[in-house]
């Protein structure tokens, strides 16, 4: 197994991962401009407002981003099934992309779905780097 071959899709998606929280923190960093938030102040909590909402996705992102991180490589140097191991990584992708999406819109039902797969992602990812040890 050539775990540069193997398990490249993987590396791909932790790239767009990232590309995803870079977005994030732009979109945070405009509103932040725009209102003059002064850095290092709380964003004052309040569900109909963007700013807030923005802030919220990042900060939910980055509280999920180590755990992600430590299960893929948990799971790679497991040995874990470079197949499953891609459809998982793009399952926490394709959460974290609806849950940033339906956070901005604020539409509760369906952040709260995507979320739900970004943890499902997560849990599968490590599930097979378990797997591979028996």
């Not at 807030?52 to 140097?77: C, D, G, Q, W, Y």
Request: charged share 15%; hydrophobic share 55%; proline share 3%.
């Amino acid at each position: 197994m050539n775990i540069f071959i193997d398990y490249r899709i993987t590396v791909l998606l932790i790239g767009l991962t990232s590309v995803l929280f870079l977005v994030q923190l732009l979109v945070v960093d405009v509103f932040s401009l725009k209102r003059k938030h002064r850095p290092g102040f709380p964003v004052k909590p309040n569900h109909d407002d963007i700013f807030f909402r923005a802030t919220r996705a990042i900060e939910n992102s980055n509280e999920s981003a180590a755990i992600f991180i430590l299960a893929i490589i948990f799971a790679i140097f497991s040995w874990a099934e470079p197949y499953w191991l891609n459809i998982f990584c793009g399952c926490y992708l394709v959460g974290r992309v609806g849950h940033m999406i339906f956070y901005y819109l604020n539409i509760e039902l369906l952040r709260s779905a995507f979320f739900a797969l970004s943890l499902i992602g997560v849990f599968a990812i490590l599930i097979l780097g378990f797997y591979a040890w028996v």
